[in-house]
């Protein structure tokens, strides 16, 4: 059994972006040939969006036979196969099942039921195992339309459901058996402790009273020194009043096999585990491996990741509190810039890949002339380059303020080929490149600009969430648990067209999500800028 590192790294590589066959102009070339339909704008436009969203070799939009009649319904029964959400009765179909012990008209917290369990059939607060979220909302007229996710060339409208998440009325596991551990992985991210303690709390009020924290990440499972931490309401009350995490994080793991054996000698029957694409990737190794050897271990997911690059969700948890504190860095580079001689001010935030919080910093901000993120190349040199539009605003408002996000314009800096624990690629640092590219262009020019620099990755992570992410930290954590004692594993939880959802963790980190250059989204954020293209 391969240690959980090499699965990470694998889900995080991403496929190539031209030339192949996810690019339209290949997909559809046998059907419409080198004109009609896939003119070279439309291509161009289409090769963007699919930069932005590959579809994986195995997905089915690459094997449709559009002149099928019966395509969409064939595309719509393989969306619900792969949507199907893993339940402990597909490995053990004579699983017994319980009345839920969650039940909010209950006067008292719930007790010691002894296997007599209440049940309210007046509550009509369950969710039934058939209700569904529409995945997405927007009938695209065309694919030439801005941010269109189109199926087939005529966009045909093809309803794809998720399963909803929340309480069921019947539950698989007794509570009073169950032993629950917690392990948060990966980086810092702002709602770590309030999803902890949510979980804790729902955890409680189904009546559970053994319930874990595993130190350190995945290597808490098998690192003698580090205990197990107990956890109850009285341990977690107020953990969210502080950032971090109250069980630390680490990158980095021991092999599936060695956490599936640390699993069975704790007795744990269910494992929440709140982490990115790569902490993901390794739930999902460990929920396969249970299944093979047949453990009734339920595996769940909660989706952490500060750069909001988790497909198929609304957002993740973390996202609105980093754009929040964000704007304090950029308002400082403002005021250095504006209040300097030929000032610019540069502030690098996080986004590996994916230039969500650093498009969303700059639409709130007001405040940023040039935003450079992972998705769109851009040069620094030459009659169309960034510094060439520096110097026209240093020129016309006398200061500029460029945003950058962690992952842009990596082209431009030497590879180092060195990886961390987690298996991914350690960037340069694009934020002093391009300062010390800017300070070097005026110099050569003989009119030299007072450029500051701003990196306030660790402030941001480090710092407590915000309301916005309190609130969705919390629900997160409730529907973890809500899933679990639904007996479903191998999903993740998340937000999608503001409704909570169960997704099937494989469909989640087939890849990073990209923001999508055609998307409404970054012609906001250009219009806000007033930037133009850097190539």
């Known amino acids: ?3 959980l590192s090499p699965v990470i790294g694998q889900k995080l590589v991403l496929p190539a972006r031209t030339g192949s066959r996810h690019d339209p102009a290949v997909l559809f070339q046998p059907l419409f040939g080198s004109s009609g339909w896939n003119s070279s704008k439309l291509v ?16 089915p939009v690459n094997c449709i036979d559009f002149n099928d009649p019966d395509w969409k319904s064939k595309y719509q029964n393989d969306f619900e196969a792969r949507f199907n959400i893993p339940h402990l009765t597909d490995v053990f179909p004579d699983a017994e099942s319980y009345p839920s012990t969650f039940c909010l008209r209950m006067r008292t917290p719930t007790g010691d039921f002894e296997g007599v369990y209440p049940s309210d059939e007046e509550w009509h ?3 039934n195992n058939n209700d569904r979220v529409l995945l997405k909302v927007i009938h695209y007229s065309s694919p030439t339309s801005a941010g269109a996710e189109c199926i087939d060339p005529g966009c045909s409208w093809v309803e794809q459901w998720v399963h909803r998440a929340g309480p069921r009325e019947k539950i698989y596991y007794k509570p009073e058996n169950v032993k629950a551990a917690i392990v ?31 130190p350190f990440g995945y290597r ?30 680490s990158r980095g793991a021991p092999t599936v096999s060695e956490i599936v054996d640390s699993l069975e000698e704790r007795g744990i029957d269910m494992l929440f585990v709140l982490g990115g694409n790569g902490t993901h990737a390794g739930a999902n190794a460990i929920h396969n491996e249970c299944r093979k050897r047949r453990l009734k271990v339920t595996v769940v997911g909660v989706p952490k ?17 980093a754009v929040e504190e964000a704007q304090r860095a950029i308002n400082s580079a403002y005021i250095e810039a504006h209040s300097a001689y030929r000032g610019i001010g540069v502030v690098k935030l996080m986004g590996r890949s994916s230039g969500f919080i650093a498009m969303h910093a700059s639409l709130a901000s007001g405040q940023i002339d040039i935003c450079l993120i992972p998705e769109v190349p851009f040069n620094l040199h030459g009659p169309h380059g960034v510094l060439r539009h520096l110097k026209y605003l240093l020129e016309n408002k006398g200061s ?8 842009a314009g990596q082209n431009l800096l030497e590879k180092t080929n060195a990886t961390d624990a987690s298996g991914n690629i350690v960037f340069g640092d694009i934020g002093v490149y391009i300062q010390q590219e800017i300070k070097k262009y005026f110099k050569e020019l003989g009119d030299p600009a007072d450029v500051k620099y701003i990196d306030p990755t660790y402030m941001i992570r480090a710092c407590r969430a915000n309301a916005s992410d309190g609130i969705l930290c919390t629900v997160l954590g409730q529907n973890a648990v809500h899933g679990a004692f639904a007996g479903y594993s191998g999903i993740t939880v998340g937000i999608c067209n503001t409704h909570y959802v169960y997704f099937p963790i494989p469909e989640v980190i087939r890849q990073p999500r990209l923001l999508d250059p055609n998307s409404r989204m970054w012609h906001r954020c250009l219009t ?6 850097f190539v």
């Open 125 to 127: 607060g369950y969710i």
């Open 184 to 214: 948060t992985c990966g980086g810092l991210c702002p709602g770590l402790n309030d999803v902890i303690r949510q979980i804790v709390i729902t955890l409680e009020i189904y009546g559970v009273k053994k319930i874990v924290g595993i």
């Open 400 to 407: 500029a303020v460029i945003c950058v996000a962690e992952g």
């Open 44 to 59: 161009k436009k289409m090769r963007i969006r699919a930069q932005a969203e590959q579809k994986p070799a195995s997905s």
């Open 305 to 321: 990741t500060i750069d909001n690059d988790i497909m198929l969700m609304d957002k993740t948890f973390g996202f609105d509190t």
């Open 528 to 533: 806000s800028t007033g930037q133009p293209d």
């Open 220 to 249: 808490g499972f098998c690192e003698n020194d580090l205990a197990e931490m107990p956890l109850s309401r009285k341990v977690v009350q107020n953990v969210h009043l502080s950032g971090g995490s109250l069980l630390g994080v």
């Open 1 to 3: 059994m391969e240690s």
